[in-house]
């Protein structure tokens, strides 16, 4: 997650006040005296409830600070961030004042601060800052300010700025700020600022500002500002421009589509450049430096080789022969053409 949280300064900082603190303290191999585990219970063979520190209960738990805790079923409510607590397997529900952290969650987990698992969460987890799974996030995920599936997510992650994962995403990323994930996303990527897929994305990608496939694209991506790719297949939209390596489908950029091969139709306002054309091109400037196979229809046509038509106030070829290379509404392939 280096790079993310370099990228994203807030989100390091809420994660550090309240996540990753315990987190690294439970990878630390040094030894540290055993916990006191001295609670009031209430209940037989460690079912019922149970007032304090108890390693083991099943029933209602009330601690202040969780500490060496080894398992709780059923109801756990803490009032201060954890010590130490490198096997605790939460089942069922977790409501921290602060921030419940465990090694693993399973069911629902609260906290006005945070909420964190340095292995998996599966199920509900929901909290006021940082929503953080050090492995995989299974379930719901909503943070206030972020949430973190540092290996993955399987479901919904929401986050007031941002949403990351190092891992793949199966499911839904949603947030008012950036949207990361760095491996495969099938399902829907959103962020108001921006949306950022390093690997393929599978289903539909949106942003007011910006959207960006780092690697392939299959479904819908769109923008407001800016959609920019590798390898675009579908849908594409980008209020300002689209960029990319190829698109392939139906493309439309407000200013600009910029691709180095394009299959489908392409359209905009101002103009679209590519290096190989298959299919129709709309827009005021049609640019093909290379082949086009098919039609463009613009005020101004230019194409270095041609298999189909030009349809615009001015069209030029360059392969054609002298004389025939700038017509005025029509302009095709000659025969002879040099």
Not at 52 to 69: F, I, M
Not at 283 to 302: E, K
Request: charge should be positive; include cysteine; aromatic fraction near 4%.
């Amino acid at each position: 997650m280096n790079r993310l949280r370099a990228a994203l300064p807030l989100a390091l900082l809420a994660a550090c006040v309240l996540a990753p603190a315990p987190a690294r303290a439970q990878a630390d191999t040094v030894s540290e005296p055993p916990a006191s585990h001295r609670a009031l219970n209430l209940g037989v063979d460690g079912v019922g409830i149970s007032i304090g520190n108890s390693r083991e209960w099943t029933g209602v738990r009330l601690n202040a600070v969780d500490h060496q805790v080894r398992r709780v079923n059923g109801i756990n409510l803490t009032a201060w961030k954890p010590k130490r607590n490198p096997e605790f397997e939460m089942n069922g529900v977790a409501v921290g004042l602060l921030a419940p952290v465990a090694h693993r969650i399973n069911g629902v987990a609260a906290g006005l601060g945070g909420v964190v698992a340095t292995d998996q969460v599966n199920g509900v987890a929901v909290s006021g800052i940082v929503t953080l799974a050090e492995q995989r996030l299974r379930g719901v995920g909503v943070g206030g300010i972020a949430t973190v599936g540092d290996h993955g997510i399987d479901g919904i992650a929401a986050g007031g700025l941002v949403v990351l994962s190092e891992g793949d995403v199966h499911g839904i990323t949603a947030t008012g700020g950036i949207s990361i994930v760095e491996g495969r996303h099938t399902g829907i990527s959103a962020g108001l600022i921006a949306a950022y897929t390093d690997g393929v994305m599978t289903g539909a990608s949106v942003s007011l500002g910006g959207t960006f496939i780092k690697g392939r694209s299959r479904g819908a991506a769109g923008s407001l500002l800016l959609l920019a790719g590798r390898d675009l297949n579908g849908l594409q939209i980008g209020g300002l421009a689209v960029l990319a390596d190829s698109v392939n489908g139906v493309t439309a950029g407000g200013l600009t589509v910029d691709a180095g091969r394009i299959r489908g139709v392409a359209a905009s306002v101002g103009r679209v450049r590519t290096s190989a054309l298959n299919g129709a091109s709309v827009a005021a400037w049609n640019q093909v430096r290379g082949t086009q196979r098919g039609l463009a229809i613009g005020l101004f046509n230019y194409a270095r080789d041609i298999h189909g038509v030009q349809l615009g106030v001015l069209n030029y070829v360059r392969n054609n022969r002298k004389g025939l290379r700038l017509l005025p509404l029509f302009n095709t392939r000659f025969v002879d053409g040099g």
